[in-house]
C-alpha cells in the first residue's frame, strides 16, 4: 500500500534524483578499479583495433583515414552500451534481486524521481566511457577539430535516451536471463549497422531506412560532425531526434516501473 502511494505521487523533486544517483556514485566507488576496465580499458581496444588494424586494410574512406572514420562511433557505441547495461541488468538485480528500490521508495522517491535517477546514472556512466575513449582518440590524432568536444554532449545524450531504453526493458524482463536478449537482438544490431563502422549508404537500399532510424544512428552522426568539425543542420537534427526519443522512453519507462513494483 505505501508503494503505491508513493508512486503515484505526482511531484518530482530533484534532490531525489540526485540522491538515487548519489547512491549509485557511492557503489561505483567501491570498486572503481574494476570498473575502469570496462569504462577504458576495453573500448580503447576496440579503437585500436578496428581503427588501425581494419584501417590498415581499408585506408582512405571519403577525406578521412578509416581509422578517423569509426572514432566516434566506436566512442558514442560504448556510451551506449554502458547506459544500456546499467539501467537494464543493473537496474534489474537492483529490483529485483538486492530489493534496493523498496528501500528507496520508502525515503520517500517516487516513481518519477527513482527512474530519472537510473536514467542520469546510466548517462553518467556513459559520459564516463565517452571522455575517456574521446582522450585516447584525441592524443591518436583520430579527432580533427575543437569542437571533438561535442562529442562529449552527444555521449550524454546517448546515455539518457539509452538509459530510459534499458530501463524500459528492465521493467518487463522476467528474469536476468531474458536480458540477454537486449543485448543480442539490440545493442549489437545498433552497434554494428548504424554508420559506425562503414556508411549507411553502403547497405542495400531497401535496408537504408531502417538504419536511418535505428536510435544510434544519430549519435553516430551527431558525434562524426563534431569530432570533423562539419555540424550542420543534420546534425542538430540528429541531437533532436534523440532528444525526442528520450522524452518518449523516459515517462514508459516510469510507468512500466510503477506498474512492475505496485502489482
Known amino acids: 500500500m505505501a508503494l503505491a502511494v508513493i508512486g503515484k505521487t505526482a511531484d518530482f523533486r530533484p534532490a531525489n534524483v540526485i540522491g538515487v544517483w548519489l547512491r549509485h556514485f557511492t557503489a561505483f566507488k567501491r570498486g572503481y578499479l574494476i570498473e575502469t576496465t570496462a569504462i577504458v580499458v576495453e573500448p580503447v581496444f576496440i579503437l585500436l583495433a578496428v581503427g588501425f588494424g581494419v584501417g590498415q586494410l581499408v585506408g582512405q574512406l571519403a577525406d578521412v583515414s578509416y581509422a578517423e572514420f569509426v572514432a566516434p562511433g566506436i566512442v558514442v557505441g560504448n556510451a551506449m552500451w554502458h547506459a544500456l547495461f546499467e539501467c537494464s541488468w543493473g537496474a534489474y538485480r537492483r529490483m529485483q534481486i538486492h530489493k534496493i528500490y523498496e528501500s528507496l521508495l ?10 530519472g535517477g537510473e536514467i542520469a546514472w546510466g548517462a553518467t556512466r556513459a559520459v564516463m566511457t565517452t571522455v575517456a575513449v574521446l582522450a585516447v582518440a584525441a592524443a591518436l590524432g583520430l579527432i580533427g577539430s575543437p569542437m571533438g568536444l561535442g562529442v562529449i554532449l552527444v555521449g550524454a545524450l546517448t546515455g539518457l535516451m539509452f538509459g530510459s531504453l534499458g530501463l524500459v526493458f528492465a521493467s518487463v524482463a522476467p528474469t536476468t536471463h531474458s536480458l540477454t536478449l537486449v543485448f543480442t537482438l539490440v ?38 560532425g563534431f569530432a570533423t568539425g562539419s555540424v550542420g543542420v543534420q546534425e542538430v537534427l540528429a541531437l533532436a531526434y534523440l532528444a525526442g526519443l528520450t522524452l518518449l522512453f523516459y515517462p514508459l519507462a516510469t510507468y512500466l516501473l510503477r506498474r512492475r513494483l505496485i502489482a
Open 106 to 115: 520508502t525515503a520517500p522517491v517516487n516513481m518519477r524521481e527513482l527512474a
Open 187 to 224: 545493442g549489437t544490431p545498433l552497434f554494428f549497422f548504424s554508420g559506425a563502422f562503414f556508411p549507411i549508404s553502403s547497405l542495400p537500399s531497401y535496408l537504408q531506412p531502417v538504419a536511418w532510424a535505428m536510435p544510434l544512428t544519430p549519435a553516430v552522426q551527431a558525434a562524426r
